[in-house]
C-alpha cells in the first residue's frame, strides 16, 4: 500500500504521544481539564508535530502533559472530493458523544480532530486508541472514493437519460 509509511510514521508519533498521565490545573483547584485545549501553562505543552504526505494530506499532533489533540486533513484532489469530505465531516461531528475522542469542531486548516485525554488511556487501551485513528484515516479515504464514484455513476445515469430526450 503507497500510504503504509506515512502510517507507520504516524503510529510511532501516536505511540509516543499517548503516554499520558493525570495532571491536575495549577490555576483552579480541584480541576483536571486536557492542557492543550486550555494551554494555561507553556511548560506542560510538547512542541507539536506535523506530519505530512503532500500539501493536501497531513495529520496535526499536539500533545500536553494529559492529552493530545489529533487533527487530520483528508486528501481532497477536486470540487467532488471537497464537497463529500465536508458532509462526511459534518455527519461525523454531529455525532462526536458517540465517538468519545471525536472533537465537535476542527482545528481551523484541518477537517476533523480527535481529543486523547489521561481519562480514556484510563479507560481504554493506548495501542487501541491509537489503532482507531489509523484504521480511521484508512476508512475515510476508502470512504470518500466509494462515495465519489457512486455519485459520478449516478451523474452518468442521469446524462444518458436526460440525453435520450433529444435522439430523433
Known sequence: MANQPYLDCIR??????????????????????????????AELLCAPVTISRNDKQMIHIETSVNSVRISVKVKQSDDTDRILCKKFMNFLNQRAED???????????????FLVTNFH???????????????????IDKEISAMKLAVNARARIVAVEYLKTFQV
Open 12 to 41: 510511532a508519533t501516536l505511540t509516543a504521544s499517548v503516554c499520558l498521565q493525570n495532571f491536575p490545573s495549577q490555576i483552579i483547584e480541584r480541576h483536571n481539564k486536557p492542557e492543550v485545549e486550555a494551554q494555561t501553562s
Open 121 to 139: 488511556t484510563e479507560q481504554f487501551y493506548k495501542h487501541k486508541l491509537v489503532d482507531f485513528v489509523i484504521q480511521f484515516m484508512e476508512d
Open 99 to 113: 465517538f468519545i475522542i471525536l472533537r465537535r469542531k476542527p482545528i481551523e486548516g484541518y477537517d476533523i480532530s
